[in-house]
């Protein structure tokens, strides 16, 4: 077997394939670019070259969960399946990124950095009238999934939202569209865990923003393509947002002059909600390729027509 392993953006071929070849002693792995015929290419944002100098592929494995990136380039042949990593523990990191967004904002972490910067003492806490947010999770896939069954179980009244039913333990579940009007108004916190698809782009807009209680939280691991920045804004100066914690965007790195960089009641990290850890990544390509090798199905192949 030889397996094609690429990356754009990250220096991390060599690695993998140290990782895959300690699965798979056997197996003959080449870093792109090479025209030696390969199987199977592992890649992120593979180019559109390799699939013309690799006419013996069967499959693309994607490094990663989101395949918005490799759908919109148009590389891969129409008829070549594209295999995404599900989970591969990332959706633990998810549910971590998750749970400080909701106790940055429920225990109001931004005025106690904002008071320790100004030397000041002053305590927010309402001890009288405890009340834990209810958080709503937009995608109940592997991520959000996740999420939402570990905020349940830390106590939070939790809601999810996704395309078909799901039925989760201690989770009130919404789906389709026309059910998300009614979600979102029950949703203290926000977090979006969505696929970025035709339905899903710009789904975080001023419309949908004015259907959540005011001063709601907003926490997007999803894609930057979910938010219409403009309106995001917008909502955080007039109090619709009481903030948001934001990783991923419409361009990374965030440009310098973006408002979300110095705006008080925001938390910008840079794409690092869930990284791929490379042991789990690569124990899961390697069962998956073994799995097609025997005929067997495998999970996580990609509807191009969903785009998730
Ligand atoms: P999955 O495919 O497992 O789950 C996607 C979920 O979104 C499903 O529940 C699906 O519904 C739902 N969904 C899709 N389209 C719609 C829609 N139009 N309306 C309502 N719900 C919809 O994906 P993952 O959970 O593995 O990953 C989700 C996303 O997280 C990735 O695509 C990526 O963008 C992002 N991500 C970000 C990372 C980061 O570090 N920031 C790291 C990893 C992933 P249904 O269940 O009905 O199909
Ligand atoms: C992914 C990501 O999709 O890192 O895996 O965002």
Same mark, same amino acid.
């Given at each position: 077997?030889?397996?094609?392993?690429?990356?754009?953006? @990250?220096?991390?071929?060599?690695?993998?394939?140290?990782?895959?070849?300690?699965?798979?002693?056997?197996?003959?792995?080449?870093a792109w670019p090479s025209d030696e015929p390969c199987d199977?290419?592992?890649?992120?944002?593979?180019?559109?070259? &390799?699939?013309?100098?690799?006419? /013996?592929?069967?499959?693309?494995?994607?490094?990663?969960a989101g395949v918005d990136a490799i759908l919109a380039m148009?590389?891969?042949?129409?008829?070549?399946?594209?295999?995404?990593?599900?989970?591969?523990?990332?959706?633990?990191?998810?549910?971590?990124?998750?749970?400080? $967004?909701?106790?940055?904002?429920?225990?109001?972490?931004?005025?106690?950095?904002?008071?320790?910067?100004?030397?000041?003492?002053?305590?927010?806490?309402?001890?009288?009238? *405890?009340?834990?947010?209810?958080?709503?999770?937009?995608? @109940?896939?592997?991520?959000?999934?996740?999420?939402?069954?570990?905020?349940?179980?830390?106590?939070?009244?939790?809601?999810?939202?996704s395309r078909s039913k799901h039925e989760i333990e201690n989770?009130?579940?919404?789906? $389709?569209?026309?059910?998300?009007?009614?979600?979102?108004? $029950?949703?203290?916190?926000?977090?979006?865990?969505?696929?970025?698809?035709?339905?899903? /782009?710009?789904?975080?807009?001023?419309?949908?923003?004015?259907?959540?209680?005011?001063?709601?939280?907003?926490?997007?691991?999803?894609?930057?393509?979910?938010?219409?920045?403009?309106?995001?804004?917008?909502?955080?100066?007039?109090?619709?947002? !009481?903030?948001? &914690?934001?990783?991923?965007?419409?361009?990374?790195? &965030?440009?310098?002059?973006?408002?979300?960089?110095?705006?008080?009641?925001?938390? *910008?990290?840079?794409?690092?909600?869930?990284?791929?850890?490379?042991?789990?990544?690569?124990?899961?390509? *390697?069962?998956?390729?073994?799995?097609?090798?025997?005929?067997?199905?495998?999970?996580?192949? *990609?509807?191009?027509?969903? !785009?998730?």
């Open positions: 077997m030889k397996i094609l392993v690429q990356s754009t953006g @990250l220096d991390i071929v060599p690695g993998i394939i140290a990782e895959l070849k300690k699965h798979q002693p056997d197996w003959q792995y080449f199977y290419v592992v890649g992120w944002k593979p180019p559109a070259e &390799l699939f013309e100098r690799q006419p /013996k592929l069967k499959a693309v494995i994607n490094y990663g148009h590389a891969v042949p129409a008829h070549m399946p594209i295999i995404r990593l599900e989970d591969a523990g990332m959706a633990q990191q998810m549910a971590e990124y998750a749970i400080y $967004g909701v106790i940055h904002h429920q225990r109001h972490m931004q005025i106690y950095h904002a008071q320790q910067r100004a030397v000041h003492w002053e305590q927010h806490e309402d001890r009288g009238n *405890v009340r834990r947010p209810t958080v709503g999770v937009m995608g @109940l896939g592997e991520m959000g999934g996740t999420v939402a069954t570990k905020l349940a179980g830390f106590g939070y009244s939790v809601r999810g939202w989770v009130l579940t919404f789906a $389709g569209h026309e059910t998300l009007p009614t979600f979102l108004s $029950g949703c203290d916190v926000l977090v979006s865990m969505l696929p970025l698809t035709d339905s899903t /782009k710009g789904i975080l807009n001023a419309l949908s923003l004015a259907q959540l209680p005011r001063g709601a939280f907003l926490v997007n691991a999803g894609r930057g393509g979910h938010l219409v920045d403009a309106d995001v804004v917008a909502a955080l100066e007039n109090g619709q947002l !009481g903030g948001a &914690l934001l990783d991923v965007f419409h361009e990374e790195p &965030l440009p310098k002059d973006h408002p979300y960089w110095t705006h008080p009641d925001v938390i *910008v990290t840079p794409h690092i909600a869930a990284t791929t850890p490379i042991k789990d990544a690569c124990a899961q390509i *390697v069962a998956k390729i073994s799995a097609l090798e025997r005929g067997e199905v495998v999970s996580g192949i *990609v509807d191009p027509n969903v !785009g998730y």
